[in-house]
């Protein structure tokens, strides 16, 4: 399963009527930020930056799991812990299976909450 709808579900018991414009805003904070985020790691990348890429690999885990994105988070948890053990250029093969990870998480979330 890309996306397991009830993580975001679970506000409407909490949110009620504002519940569709909560989980609207959730969704817009998380395509906004992966964004930001795969700009993060793209420069941590080319810069060697370890931290910077554990960084955005840990926000963007994060944030992935609160969509209910749970195989995305995992493919970032990967990235964070290696990302802070090995060298950086070995994982860059890694990120465009995770750019199309996310596109099915997108359209999925889209999808579901349009």
């Known amino acids: 399963m890309i996306v397991d ?3 975001l579900e679970a506000y409407r018991e909490v949110m009620e009527d504002e519940a569709d414009e ?6 817009g904070s998380f395509y906004s930020n992966a964004r930001e985020l795969f700009s ?13 890429f554990v960084r955005a690999a ?3 885990k994060s944030t992935a799991a609160t969509v209910g ?6 493919l ?8 802070g053990s090995e060298p950086l250029a070995g994982l860059e093969p890694l990120i465009p299976p995770l750019k199309q990870a996310y ?12």
């Open 5 to 7: 709808p009830s993580a």
């Open 22 to 27: 909560f989980i609207a805003d959730i969704l």
């Open 40 to 52: 993060a790691m793209d420069e941590a990348l080319t810069k060697d930056n370890a931290e910077g």
């Open 58 to 60: 840990h926000t963007f």
């Open 69 to 74: 994105a749970i195989p995305l988070s995992g």
């Open 76 to 83: 970032l948890a990967n990235l964070e812990k290696r990302g």
């Open 103 to 114: 596109e099915e998480v997108e359209s999925k979330l889209r999808e579901l909450y349009p």
